[in-house]
Each structure stands twice: as structure tokens, then as C-alpha cells.
């Protein structure tokens, strides 16, 4: 009867326990600035110099992987980091936080990974990842760096950085 608790415990835990916790660190950014107009805009050259600058922000924190959305937006965020770091880069739909959280626990648990997502997806992908804070983006506000390490039992850390 006492096994049968124990396991019943340490199974709930298991479902609780943050998504990634296998994971060091988890750096989660906004794309960068995006052209006004069109169904799927891409990056205006100010998004593009911001991008180059969260590579070189983001040049010693032991990235292993940048994945990104499928909007064009993110995937040329994801793309200027990724190469500037030299190394690769997935994709999954824009508002499949589930595929991401796949990608995440079964291709890239033991990676280091940036996350470029966006204002609408950030909290819910914060949340997920197990910070407690309610976090909230300006719709003009592209300059976040949300870095989320996790502790020995899986508890998460927040710290939120800014690009000047």
C-alpha cells in the first residue's frame, strides 16, 4: 500500500514537474521590428540591425539551437541569429505552442535553445516553461530578452533583459 502512495506521488509530481527541465537555460526574444503592411510581413531594416544585435548579445550564452516561427517575421530573426552563432534553427506554425513544447522536450531537451516567438505566444510559452510572473509585451515593444534557467528540482528563473 506504501509503494503504491510513493508511486502515486512521484507520478503526480512527474506532471507537474516544467517542460524543459531537462534543460539549462531557455532564452525567449520577440522578432524583430516588422514591416507595417502585408498578410506576412517581413523584417524592416531597423528588425534587421536589431537581429544582428541580439546575435552579438547572445554570442556568449551557449546557444545550441534558435527555433522560430513559420512567419516570415521570425524565421528572418531566427535566421540572422542562427547564422551569426553558427548554429541551427527549426520552425514550427506560429500558434502551435504544443509543437514547440514537442520540439523542445523531445529533440532539444538537453539544448541551450533562444525561442524567437511573438507578443500573442510569449506569456503563454513563459508560462509553460514554468515562470510565475505575469508577463505582458507592448505591441511596439521588440527589444525583450526573456532568460529562463531552470534549478536543480526544475524550478524556473526568470530575468528579463532589454537591448538598448
Known amino acids: 500500500m506504501a509503494m503504491s502512495l510513493r508511486l502515486v506521488m512521484v507520478m503526480g509530481f512527474l506532471a507537474i514537474a516544467p517542460a524543459v527541465a531537462a534543460q539549462e537555460k ?3 526574444i520577440r522578432h524583430a521590428e516588422k514591416e507595417a503592411t502585408g498578410a506576412d510581413p517581413g523584417l524592416t531594416a531597423a528588425g534587421r540591425e536589431m537581429a544582428s544585435n541580439w546575435s552579438r548579445m547572445l554570442a556568449s550564452a551557449g546557444i545550441d539551437i534558435v527555433l522560430h516561427t513559420d512567419a516570415r517575421r521570425s524565421r528572418e530573426t531566427g535566421s540572422i541569429i542562427a547564422q551569426a552563432l553558427g548554429v541551427g534553427r527549426s ?48 505591441s511596439d515593444d521588440y527589444r525583450n530578452l526573456f532568460a529562463v534557467t531552470f534549478g536543480e528540482s526544475g524550478e524556473a528563473s526568470l530575468v528579463r533583459l532589454r537591448l538598448p
Open 91 to 138: 520552425e514550427t506554425a506560429m500558434a502551435d505552442v504544443a509543437g514547440l513544447f514537442d520540439l523542445l522536450e523531445f529533440d532539444h531537451a538537453e539544448d541551450n535553445v533562444l525561442i524567437v516567438a511573438h507578443t500573442e505566444t510569449i506569456p503563454g510559452i513563459l508560462a509553460r516553461l514554468g515562470v510565475e510572473e505575469n508577463v505582458r509585451i507592448a
Open 26 to 28: 531557455a532564452f525567449i
